[in-house]
């Protein structure tokens, strides 16, 4: 099933991680978009979402960071994403 930012835009918390993974890379999906619109497991997001290796403090650095994502994902916790990028 092919899925663009718009679809995600059109049906927010619809999709399986299943489906995102199969299209995030493929079809360029926005990861502000997934954030806000679609209910994400630690592991998409520590994958495909959080990049550490940011340096400086450009305007899409944000993005990355711990506490934005704990923003839109309020069901994830500071622990589980910490326990995933040291284990």
Same mark, same amino acid.
């Given at each position: 099933?092919?899925?663009? +930012?718009? @679809?995600?835009l059109? +049906?927010?918390? !619809?999709?399986?991680?299943? *489906? &995102? %993974?199969? +299209?995030?890379? %493929? +079809? /360029?999906? @926005? %990861?502000? *978009? &997934? =954030?806000?619109?679609?209910t =994400? $497991?630690?592991? #998409?997001?520590? !994958?495909? *979402?959080?990049d550490?290796?940011i340096?400086g403090?450009?305007?899409?650095?944000?993005? #990355?960071?711990?506490?934005? *994502?704990?923003? #839109?994902? !309020? /069901?994830?916790?500071e622990k %589980?994403?910490? @326990?995933?990028i #040291? $284990?």
């Amino acid at each position: 099933m092919k899925v663009t +930012n718009t @679809d995600l835009l059109n +049906n927010r918390y !619809k999709y399986s991680i299943d *489906i &995102l %993974e199969q +299209n995030i890379v %493929e +079809n /360029h999906l @926005d %990861e502000k *978009i &997934l =954030l806000a619109t679609q209910t =994400l $497991t630690p592991e #998409f997001c520590v !994958k495909y *979402i959080l990049d550490l290796d940011i340096e400086g403090g450009g305007e899409e650095s944000y993005i #990355f960071d711990i506490c934005y *994502i704990l923003s #839109f994902q !309020k /069901h994830i916790t500071e622990k %589980e994403l910490m @326990d995933l990028i #040291f $284990t």
